[in-house]
């Protein structure tokens, strides 16, 4: 005779399955991994099993922020705000805070860091 709890836990859990690949997915794969300066933009690397690298045009550059994820200042990480209202995120970078500024030097980009 089946147990009548078996059904609502698999249920569960195969929704807490989803809930963590899905967290998962967005805070690694989500994410660009390299920024190359190409004419007329900046095309964006994702890595992933499901990635589409991106061509930003220059023109829909509104700023470039970068910050520290956590108390340290060992690690950074870029973002890329849109006029549009959309933003692009790097990977966060075991460099130090200096990779992130000369990465956004290296693509000429506008500056401005998160306060």
């Given at each position: 005779?089946?147990?009548?709890?078996?059904?609502?836990?698999?249920?569960?859990?195969?929704?807490?399955?989803?809930?963590?690949?899905?967290?998962?997915?967005?805070?690694?794969?989500g994410?660009?991994?390299?920024?190359?300066?190409?004419?007329?933009?900046?095309?964006?690397?994702?890595?992933?099993?499901?990635?589409?690298?991106?061509?930003?045009?220059?023109?829909?550059?509104?700023?470039?922020?970068?910050?520290?994820?956590?108390?340290?200042?060992?690690?950074?990480?870029?973002?890329?705000?849109?006029?549009?209202?959309?933003?692009?995120?790097?990977?966060?970078?075991?460099?130090?805070?200096?990779?992130?500024k000369?990465?956004?030097?290296?693509?000429?980009?506008?500056?401005?860091?998160?306060?």
């Amino acid at each position: 005779m089946p147990r009548p709890y078996i059904k609502p836990v698999g249920a569960a859990s195969l929704v807490a399955a989803v809930v963590v690949t899905w967290v998962w997915y967005s805070t690694t794969f989500g994410r660009f991994v390299a920024a190359e300066k190409v004419p007329g933009g900046i095309y964006l690397h994702f890595d992933g099993p499901m990635a589409k690298n991106v061509m930003v045009p220059r023109e829909a550059i509104d700023t470039v922020l970068f910050g520290l994820p956590g108390k340290s200042n060992r690690q950074c990480y870029i973002k890329i705000q849109l006029k549009s209202g959309e933003s692009y995120r790097s990977v966060t970078f075991d460099s130090g805070l200096e990779a992130c500024k000369q990465l956004r030097r290296d693509l000429n980009l506008p500056r401005k860091e998160i306060p």
